[in-house]
């Protein structure tokens, strides 16, 4: 049985706060390990 990202970044729990929330966890880490693999260093 293989496992995708994004069904690995969903068993991931998110401590923000619920009112806080505009993006889904597993979007922002999914959209982080694109950037690291596509050469980002920085946010910037």
């Known amino acids: ?7 690995l970044c969903k068993q991931i729990e ?15 880490i999914y959209i982080s390990i694109a950037a690291v693999i596509c050469g980002a260093q920085s946010w910037n």
Do not use: A, F, W, Y
Not at 1 to 7: E, H, L, S
């Open 1 to 7: 049985m293989k496992i995708g990202i994004i069904d």
């Open 14 to 28: 998110d401590p923000r706060m619920n009112r806080k929330k505009v993006h889904k966890m597993e979007t922002i």
